[in-house]
């Protein structure tokens, strides 16, 4: 059976923020040390130790921000400590992960060059577990403010004599975990402080973005959106906070310590995984809600600022390391993720994929024996789905029911689809989750018309298959065939376990 589904393509939603398309990179395992950061010494091409190659890969993917330097470990990061000429920076122990000895020798102003070498924009994690509100303010201080201030001064002094743009700025992290163990009450308050702290120096103007709920505590959303309309929502800009964080990993083993292989797995667990995936959208509308209650107006943000599978970690590596394979069903719960965030761009303002480099979903895994770079299957659906950015959202209106199985107690809907269109030019993505069978989808593009169709997929013989060192392209994208324009009918053949993309030039009427 056909699935048939209507693109008015005049009829135009919110814009999808390029945003939605973020990074995140902590100081945890290899994702800094090995991944972004080799040394100004290494062999590895770098600029002032940054590694070129992983630069390049990014770039390529058009990152629109970094979150750093976490996570857990921003509540525990003491950024003085990483100023200053790197062989005189206090070493400090990771007790989040592994344990590790942290030699600072990666901090604030080799961050900075890395999102100037990235093109992207930084978002700074701050210290709210263990630091105090002046340790904040005076970060921001030492970023952002220019003319004659002590930190300022202490900015010249360290070699950088013009002050940074950095909007986005976090009040903390998992406030209710790792970042302090507060509750909701407690840390509505605080982010109410640390925010008001935060100044904007000239024409520097600060995102504050409180630390929101795990998964499904909408009571936790409800607290802070309470004091956001205590002060009244056009206060927000000077005493409060503009966005609130919300957190959900896709994990769909039996218990937090077996969440099962990322790469040893059945057709079962793949549908569990999808279902899981698929679950983000029930979140984020209802959260959406929450905040509605509040600020219908939408001037408060929702960022869902870590996301993506969590898995066991790949044997032999060190547990504290979180360091994962990334096979096609990785890169299917990315697409699913992404049409979600079209259709919900109207309140959700930012995402990070949780991580960029070597740990958890990463975009690119790096060899420490070979020193060679592994572009992931999820690397490769940023990729495809880069021109969304900044594109007007489209609504897929299904006019058949859309296919779907059985998985458990839920129903999973199989076939998943977005649009948009930019500068005269439609994108469509669509992901076939059924391991086992294809589908055809046949879209009526009406209120203009489609002028060409190009596609790309992404698909492998199996859902456990992934690239490494060895077989870098066994998941990889190629052009595509199965589509046919007729008219104002776009139809597409979805092989089984497939994401592809197609796009074209169009007109609207």
């Known amino acids: 059976m056909t699935l048939e589904a209507v693109i008015n393509l005049d009829l135009g939603g919110p814009r999808i923020n390029r945003h939605l398309y973020g990074h995140f990179a902590e100081h ?9 950061w080799v040394g100004e010494d290494s062999p590895i091409p770098n600029a002032g130790g940054i590694r070129l190659d992983v630069v390049h890969a990014l770039r390529a993917l058009r990152i629109p921000n970094l979150r750093w330097p976490g996570g857990c470990f921003a509540d525990e990061y003491h950024w003085q400590d990483g100023i200053g000429p790197r062989g005189q920076r206090p070493v400090m122990v990771n007790t989040h992960w592994g344990g590790v000895e942290e030699n600072n020798h990666f901090g604030t102003h080799e961050f900075m060059a890395l999102c100037e070498l990235l093109g992207a924009e930084p978002y700074i994690s701050g210290n709210v577990g ?3 509100v002046r340790e904040m303010s005076d970060w921001v201080e030492y970023l952002t403010r220019d003319g004659d201030s002590p930190m300022a001064r202490l900015r010249k002094a360290n070699g950088r004599d013009e002050p940074w743009r950095v909007r986005f700025w976090g009040l903390g992290n ?11 009450e407690h840390y509505a308050q605080e982010a109410r402080r640390y925010g008001t702290y935060c100044r904007d120096y000239g024409d520097n103007r600060l995102y504050k973005i409180a630390a929101g709920a795990n998964g499904e505590d909408y009571a936790w959303t409800e607290t802070l959106m309470k004091q956001v309309g205590h002060l009244g929502c056009r206060h927000v800009r000077s005493t409060g906070y503009h966005a609130l964080s919300l957190h959900y ?5 039996p218990s937090w310590d077996e969440k099962g292989s990322a790469t040893d797995f059945g ?3 793949h549908y569990r995984t999808m279902v899981a995936a698929a679950r983000v959208e029930e979140l984020l509308a209802g959260h959406t809600a929450v905040m509605d209650c509040y600020d219908p ?23 504290g390391f979180l360091h994962q394979q990334n096979t096609l069903r990785d890169a299917l719960v990315a697409s699913v993720h992404f049409d979600v965030f079209h259709r919900h761009a109207g309140r959700l303002v930012m995402a990070n994929i949780a991580q960029t480099v070597n740990v958890l979903q990463a975009m690119i895994l790096t060899d420490p024996e070979t020193n060679a770079l592994v572009l992931t299957p999820t690397y490769h659906v940023f990729r495809m789905n880069r021109d969304h950015q900044d594109a007007t959202s489209l609504r897929v209106d299904p006019r058949t029911p859309l296919p779907s199985r059985q998985v458990g107690d839920a129903t999973l809907t199989t076939v998943s689809m977005s649009a948009s269109r930019k500068d005269g030019r439609l994108l469509v993505s669509l992901s076939n989750l059924d391991a086992e069978a294809p589908a055809d989808v046949e879209l009526d593009l009406r209120g203009g018309a489609l002028e060409t169709a190009e596609a790309v997929i992404l698909t492998s013989a199996a859902v456990q298959d992934h690239n490494t060192a060895q077989s870098p392209s066994t998941v990889a994208p190629r052009p595509y065939d199965g589509v046919a324009l007729h008219g104002g009918t776009l139809r ?18």
């Open 267 to 269: 057709t079962d667990e």
């Open 492 to 509: 597409v053949h979805l092989p089984a376990h497939s994401f592809v993309t197609v796009s074209g030039a169009c007109a609207v009427r």
């Open 130 to 132: 263990s630091g105090t």
């Open 249 to 253: 990993y896709t994990i769909t083993g």
């Open 174 to 184: 998992e406030a209710w975990g790792c970042g302090g163990n507060m509750t909701a």
């Open 28 to 36: 945890l395992g290899r994702c800094v040390y090995g991944g972004f």
């Open 297 to 319: 107006a939408g001037s408060v943000g929702l960022v869902l600022d870590e996301w993506g599978t969590w898995f066991d970690v790949a044997p032999g590596t060190n547990p």
